[in-house]
């Protein structure tokens, strides 16, 4: 199973960009790459997925360089309600191997 | 609407008295599984199920048990709990596997062993 590492914590201010990189230097050839957004006291929530180069969405991008050993989830122009917990999970999207591991997220602070 | 949905929202129990915590599924999942958050260690895998009667040990598997007799409802059984089971426990499920567009969560049962 690939173990991931991110950064504990990350600040911003409100209207900037924040890159926040996971990495995984195990990832299976089968392995899928999510990012998911958790609140305090909610369960977490999904933000992107990706297998490899960018993939785009209305909240966030996900770039995944050509070695997959890395992942950066990028959210634009930031605002006070993105403060949240962000974990990186990597796995099959189908079959076994479903022992997940979602470790201890990043928790990103956006000020004004 | 598409939910997972989690019962109690809160409870709070003691030493020794068994407790079932329900997790139920309206989008005809097959994969489900159960995690524990505590301040510092993220979210750790207790059980889960790839199907009907199919269940394996996650991480932190110890003190805890599970079913799944039917595709919809994966409850979690603390058969005596104890203090250090109180936590924040979430339910999740997907298609299968880690599943596109991942797992949907519940919204979490806080318990408090005393």
């Known amino acids: 199973l690939a173990k991931t590492t991110q950064p504990i914590s990350m600040d911003s201010y409100e209207g900037q960009e924040v890159n926040i990189t996971c990495s995984h230097n195990?990832?299976?050839?089968?392995?899928?790459i999510t990012w998911y957004q958790q609140f305090p006291s909610q369960g977490p929530r999904f933000i992107i997925q990706?297998?490899?180069t960018k993939v785009t969405n209305e909240v966030a991008s996900l770039f995944i360089p050509a070695d997959r050993k890395s992942s950066t989830l990028s959210l634009p122009r930031v605002s006070l309600s993105d403060t949240a917990v962000y974990y990186c999970?990597?796995?099959?999207?189908?079959?076994?191997?479903?022992?997940?591991?979602f470790g201890t997220g990043t928790q990103l602070k956006v000020e004004l | 609407e598409a939910q997972v949905t989690q019962n109690p929202r809160y409870l709070i129990t003691v030493t020794g008295k068994k407790l079932t915590v329900t997790c139920s599924q309206n989008?005809?999942?097959?994969?489900m599984s159960w995690y524990r958050q505590d301040p510092g260690l993220g979210l750790r895998q207790i059980y889960y199920?790839?199907?009907?009667?199919?269940?394996d040990k996650g991480d932190v598997p110890e003190g805890y048990k599970v079913s799944r007799k039917e595709k919809r409802n994966f409850p979690l059984i603390l058969e005596s709990p104890s203090p250090n089971q109180t936590s924040l426990y979430f339910c999740?499920?997907?298609?299968?596997?880690?599943?596109?567009?991942?797992?949907?969560f519940g919204s979490g049962t806080r318990l408090t062993v005393v």
């Open positions: 999740a499920s997907s298609l299968e596997g880690q599943g596109i567009n991942g797992y949907t």
């Open positions: 990706g297998y490899k």
């Open positions: 195990n990832i299976a050839t089968n392995d899928y």
């Open positions: 199920s790839m199907n009907v009667e199919v269940t």
């Open positions: 989008m005809n999942h097959e994969y």
């Open positions: 999970l990597v796995g099959r999207l189908t079959g076994g191997g479903n022992k997940l591991t």
